[in-house]
């Protein structure tokens, strides 16, 4: 592991974790714009690490994901924001080929689609908390649980 990215990780585990906490998790703006706010963070944060090597771009997101407190107020939005940033990333360097960008990908549809799944937050919310083209982002998340639903089908086998 590079010593920046040693230095990093080890300043987001020994920093209490940003608080997103806000009074009503319920209420869908504000579950967004937690969302919003850890996406954002974990952009910030990870994404220089992706073009680097996509092993220290999950190590980064992972150690973000483990740093947000389980009793924080919205830690679950956090997380998703997190995670779901997390699939954006990696999924947008597996277009471009980068070595370990696709397994990271899967491995953070798998996350991200769990706690989406459990908060209730429909695709085209959770799209718009990260910029781009969501029509095609939507696309490629079914496409990718396609492709985890076919993989796991063949380990069957």
């Known amino acids: 592991m590079k010593s920046s990215l040693r230095v990093s990780l080890l300043f987001l585990l020994s920093c209490?974790?940003?608080?997103?906490?806000?009074?009503?998790?319920?209420?869908?703006?504000?579950?967004?714009?937690?969302?919003?706010?850890?996406a954002g963070d974990a952009r910030?944060?990870?994404?220089?690490?992706?073009?680097?090597?996509?092993?220290?771009?999950?190590s980064?997101?992972?150690?973000?994901?483990?740093?947000?407190?389980?009793?924080?107020?919205?830690?679950?939005?956090?997380?998703?924001?997190i995670?779901?940033?997390?699939?954006?990333?990696?999924?947008?360097?597996?277009?471009?080929?980068?070595?370990?960008?696709?397994?990271?990908a899967q491995h953070y549809l798998r996350r991200f689609r769990k706690l989406q799944q459990q908060l209730g937050i429909e695709d085209e919310a959770l799209c718009g908390s990260v910029?781009?083209?969501?029509?095609?982002r939507l696309a490629q998340i079914r496409a990718g649980e396609r492709e985890l639903k076919q993989m796991a089908k063949n380990l069957r086998k």
Not at 19 to 37: E, F, K, N, Q, R
Not at 46 to 56: K, P, S
Request: glycine share 8%; aromatic share 10%; charged share 20%.
């Open 83 to 104: 995670n779901y940033f997390g699939w954006v990333g990696a999924n947008n360097s597996a277009r471009l080929s980068l070595p370990g960008s696709e397994r990271a």
């Open 16 to 38: 209490s974790s940003r608080g997103y906490a806000l009074d009503t998790a319920s209420a869908p703006a504000v579950a967004l714009s937690v969302i919003t706010a850890a």
């Open 44 to 58: 910030q944060r990870c994404f220089g690490f992706m073009h680097e090597d996509a092993d220290e771009y999950v």
């Open 131 to 136: 910029a781009g083209d969501c029509v095609s």
């Open 60 to 81: 980064c997101i992972d150690a973000l994901d483990q740093a947000v407190p389980a009793r924080q107020a919205n830690a679950k939005y956090t997380r998703l924001g």
